[in-house]
């Protein structure tokens, strides 16, 4: 199982560009991968809850900073050589699929080939009027991009007939370093594993315990099976906030599942790896300085990681 962290495109830290550093200091101390977030706007006020806490409306104040993923990564790919470089997720529908197809293959040449697509839908209706996309038709907007994007990643001469978007007699340079970027697909419904079996190159979930990563797998490898695809060319990654506390936490004090002591995390690491997760995103909670993030990090490289990889 590959462990990627997070850097903070977004919050705090986000308008001193601390991330790229953060980044680099990741690749130095053996971490697979470093991810980043997208949201376009936030409203100050919400008609959507976000769908994977019990908490209402927006929870991040308008004036939250946050960085384009894509641009965050095009600097973190200057300054690293060998991490992984994800987003988890790009925000597909807010944008025009050939700006989004340019935006990604330059960031994957300038990376060599590292990058990561992690896409989704988002949540937050607000975004899509002020942009003036449609949310009804997000869903439908959505696997047509991703067959656009394929198609100007792929062919010499991109031709398509869409619904939302046509494209013909164009040329569309360069192409993707190893032939096409890897398509994660966002989301931990059923809608969004269906997705993924049938369109995506991976299952990008977020924030599920162990024994649901084992069921989410079972089902997906189904849907594969379903859809012609053999269950291998389909991965699952998840993005997985993090607490390390100095103490225990009892099951039901925790907020999610990577939540607790040294010796929790590392067991709960273990367990993901056996439940079949490919690639776990540890997303920290609550770091508001370039110290803490180093500290934390090499926390992790000290204190978990040997004991995940020894499974004592």
Known sequence: MLIGVTVPNSGPLAASGAAVDIAEYAEQCGFASVW???HLILPHVSSEAYPYTRQSGVSLPPTWPILDPLIALAAIASRTSRVLLGTGVY?????????NAKLAVSVDVIAKGRLRLGVGLGWIKEEYTTLNVSWNDRGKQFDEQIDLLR???RDEAPNFNGHFWQVKEIGFEPKPVKGTI????GGKNNAARRRAAKRGDGWHLIDMEPAEVAAARA?????????????????TSM???LMIGDSEISDDARQFPLMGSVGQIAKKLREYHEAGLDHIVLAARGLNTINE????FDRIRAQILPQFDSGA
């Open 182 to 185: 890897p398509l994660l697909i």
């Open 36 to 38: 980043v977030v997208d």
């Open 91 to 99: 925000l597909l529908p807010l944008r025009h699929p050939v700006i």
């Open 151 to 153: 198609t100007l990643w």
């Open 293 to 296: 993030y180093t500290h934390l």
């Open 239 to 241: 993005y997985a906030s």
């Open 219 to 235: 089902a997906l490898a189904e849907d594969c099976r379903a859809a012609g695809r053999p269950p291998d060319q389909v991965p």
